[in-house]
């Protein structure tokens, strides 16, 4: 007798649903139509205005940056092609960062003279500009999720 009431609710509440959808709006596919979008917006949005749409991201890579470590927005990943510097330099000098100058790096608090001579070794591989968020939000800097 339960499941029997229990059915009927259920009938009444969705013929309920579906009449107060059809009384008083529309239904969903109706809803996400895109009629509001014409063909002359769109082409707008393609080309942004006349601009030449850019990512700065390989704008950034076209310059130094793409050659050498960028101490401000490099992750630990790129310090593995250099013998010594991976893992536990390259974690000091991501952790350390944001640094006013390439040099500042040899201030990183409790560097080893091991460490510090390492980095003083391998000085030309650095380059720095300044922080790019697309580059060090979140925890990119640790893992970027590119796996070889």
């Known amino acids: 007798m339960k499941s029997a009431m229990k059915q009927a609710l259920y009938t009444v509440v969705a013929v309920g649903i579906l009449v107060g959808s059809l009384l008083f709006g529309n239904g969903q596919p109706a809803a996400a139509s895109t009629q509001f979008i014409s063909a002359s917006n769109t082409a707008v949005l393609a080309n942004a205005g006349g ?30 092609k250099f013998r010594g510097l991976y893992p536990t330099i390259a974690g000091k000098v991501v952790s350390n960062a944001p640094y006013e ?8 608090p409790n560097l080893s003279d091991v460490e ?33």
């Open 116 to 148: 510090k001579g390492r980095l003083e070794q391998n000085m030309d591989i650095f380059t720095i500009s300044a922080p790019d968020p697309a580059l060090v939000e979140g925890a990119d800097r640790f893992n970027n999720g590119v796996y070889k």
């Open 51 to 80: 601009r030449e749409l850019r990512n700065s991201i390989d704008d950034k890579l076209a310059t130094e940056y793409g050659n050498k470590i960028d101490v401000n927005n490099t992750n630990i990943a790129s310090f593995r």
């Open 101 to 108: 100058s390439v040099e500042d790096i040899l201030n990183i």
